[in-house]
């Protein structure tokens, strides 16, 4: 079944793909760590510099910016914290990205809307 172009009440486009699904599932904690990486870097950030601010170990903050560790709604505010940013905005840009993988297309800039709320 295949609705292209139909938008809903709620501001989404969706286009229903049922033979373009992709080969591996998306993982919110990757997204989660791509994200927070992607704003790291963008702000001249080190590791390092993060780590000590969110007082998390360095490791373990590599580790969920490549998705492989899961981490706690505490640590995640904790690095937000560090990254100057609001939790919302990261969960937004994650949102996003995962409307993307699955075809939804969110019409209004979500990111932008949650930046010049805060």
Known sequence: MVRSGVVSQDG????????????????????????????????????????????????????????????????????CAALDLLLSVVLNMVSEKMAGYGGVTSLPGVRAMAQAAA
């Open 12 to 79: 989404y486009s969706f286009h229903m793909r049922s033979e373009e699904l992709p080969m591996k599932p998306v993982l919110v904690r990757e997204l989660i760590g791509e994200s927070l990486r992607e704003e790291r870097v963008s702000q001249g950030k080190t590791l390092r510099e993060v780590s000590r601010k969110a007082r998390v170990s360095l490791g373990y903050l590599s580790e969920v910016e490549r998705g492989q560790k899961e981490a706690s709604s505490e640590l995640l505010a904790a690095i």
